[in-house]
């Protein structure tokens, strides 16, 4: 019988009357409608007669509910109609008075406090929802069948059977809020699934089959007529208990039971306060993380503000390299132009020095400059690292044949790198050398030399009194090699 779907238990007992076929259903789905009978009527006794008559309806229903792929919401359903008429009658007045044993015996334990808040009004919440969501809550959480299990006997693909069961559960937490019960679906569906569903008394099952078997027999043996079916319904849930009473008398049987589930029940609690701990450290850990990683962020954030000015400088090196060839051009024309001027012998010894160190000087100046601009746009373009060599430069004074390039390298000995490293590094640049030229140079009875600063000007420097190493010693820096 373990084997076989509702539905064909169903089938056997309304077409063969097959009591073992009956005794298995009320076995699979007695812990569900004694559950939610209980909350619903708040007296066990009385939730055993809305059990008994939930069950006796569905053999008085057998036929018409073969093809029905969910048999536990349409038991949910009934149970929740009888406990309704129920606790309408003298009854539920003598269940109030009693509300507090009865559920003691029941539990043997107190619930937690969120479970009391909740047990209350669950029943009536899932009578709200629609016969799909509700079947779908009861499959997932009350008969704690997998999403693959719910699937086969929904007919429904895994995927929309997990999408069925959030929006099932979604919808109960908002019925909830409406009730002033504030919590969330995850939580709801944990507490719901822990405590949900509990042992029904030993011998309850025994009980029912018994009744139905009696009410089976009864209907068997009788005219079908309307004393028949008064019949049938005068044999209340009372006296089915009446005539199985010795059966219930073995209470401490049950007490033990339900002390099992007490404590299986407890044993999960703990299980989900560590899970819950584990979650805190793991988000503990996640907030670390994103912390750290947002420092990672800053960090790179302003590296892109930096490459982005000096991507903007190189664009204005770059322009500044063609004014100075345009002013290289223009000053071979003017020399050209001094030459063929007759009257340089009628210039006074003070004019004649100074142009002489002007035509000296202002090659040597452009060249200075050129070379400057060439190391900036190298350590543009490598992550703030200056060249070790003029070599490594050499593209960026223009194409090979150019005639300013061929010029540039044969002059490459002339001078020589001096500064190294990482160019965000260099703070005060205009005072900081970048190249020097390697000997010094004589105009005029004095010495000179020329040299490149890193911010991309160049000096004509006549020797200093303390000399020019000295003088060189105070511009250089020991440049840093990592960021």
Do not use: C
Request: charged letters at 25%; glycine letters at 6%.
């Amino acid at each position: 019988m373990n084997e076989l779907t509702d539905q064909q238990l169903l089938r056997n007992y309304s077409g063969q009357r097959s009591e073992a076929a009956f005794a298995e259903l009320v076995r699979r789905h007695v812990d569900l409608v004694y559950s939610a009978a209980v909350r619903m009527v708040y007296d066990a006794h009385l939730a055993e007669d809305v059990t008994q008559g939930a069950f006796l309806a569905l053999a008085q229903n057998a036929r018409q509910l073969v093809e029905r792929p969910v048999l536990s919401g349409w038991l949910h359903r009934t149970a929740q109609n009888l406990a309704s008429k129920a606790v309408r009658s003298e009854v539920r007045r003598r269940a109030r008075e009693q509300e507090a044993a009865a559920m003691n015996e029941l539990l043997s334990a107190e619930p937690d406090a969120a479970w009391e808040h909740i047990a209350t009004h669950l029943d009536a919440a899932l009578g709200e929802l629609s016969e799909p969501d509700r079947d779908a809550v009861l499959l997932r959480y009350f008969e704690r069948k997998s999403a693959r299990e719910m699937a086969q006997t929904l007919g429904i693909s895994d995927d929309a059977a997990q999408r069925r069961v959030s929006r099932a559960v979604e919808r109960l937490r908002e019925s909830f809020t409406k009730r002033g019960i504030s919590a969330s679906a995850s939580g709801l569906a944990a507490v719901i699934s822990v405590n949900a569903v509990q042992a029904a008394p030993v011998g309850l099952t025994a009980t029912i089959s018994t009744a139905v078997a009696l009410a089976g027999t009864l209907t068997a043996t009788t005219v079908a007529t309307q004393s028949t079916l008064t019949t049938m319904n005068w044999i209340s849930a009372k006296s089915i208990a009446a005539i199985v009473a010795s059966a219930l008398v073995a209470g401490t049987g049950t007490y033990l039971v339900q002390q099992r589930e007490t404590n299986r029940l407890r044993t999960e609690n703990q299980n989900l306060s560590a899970a819950q701990g584990q979650l805190s450290d793991e988000r503990e850990a996640a907030l670390t993380t994103a912390t750290n990683s947002t420092g990672e962020a800053e960090r790179l954030q302003k590296e892109k503000s930096e490459l982005l000015r000096l991507r903007g400088e190189v664009g204005l090196l770059r322009r500044q390299i063609k004014e100075l060839e345009d002013m290289r051009e223009m000053n071979r024309e003017l020399q050209a132009a001094l030459e063929q001027v007759t009257g340089a012998a009628k210039q006074g010894p003070s004019d004649a020095d100074a142009e002489l160190q002007r035509q000296i000087a202002l090659p040597k100046m452009e060249d200075a400059k050129l070379r400057v601009l060439g190391l900036l746009m190298y350590a543009s373009d490598n992550q703030n690292h200056l060249p070790e060599e003029f070599n490594q430069v050499s593209k960026y004074w223009g194409k090979a044949e150019d005639a300013l390039t061929k010029d540039m390298l044969m002059n490459t000995n002339q001078f020589e790198i001096v500064v190294q490293g990482l160019l965000t590094g260099v703070t005060n640049r205009s005072a900081i050398i970048a190249i020097r030229e390697r000997e010094a140079t004589q105009a005029n009875g004095k010495w000179f030399k020329t040299y490149g600063f890193v911010d991309g000007h160049s000096e004509f420097l006549r020797e200093p009194q303390e000399g020019f190493e000295a003088w060189e010693k105070e511009h250089m820096i020991a440049m840093p090699t990592s960021p």
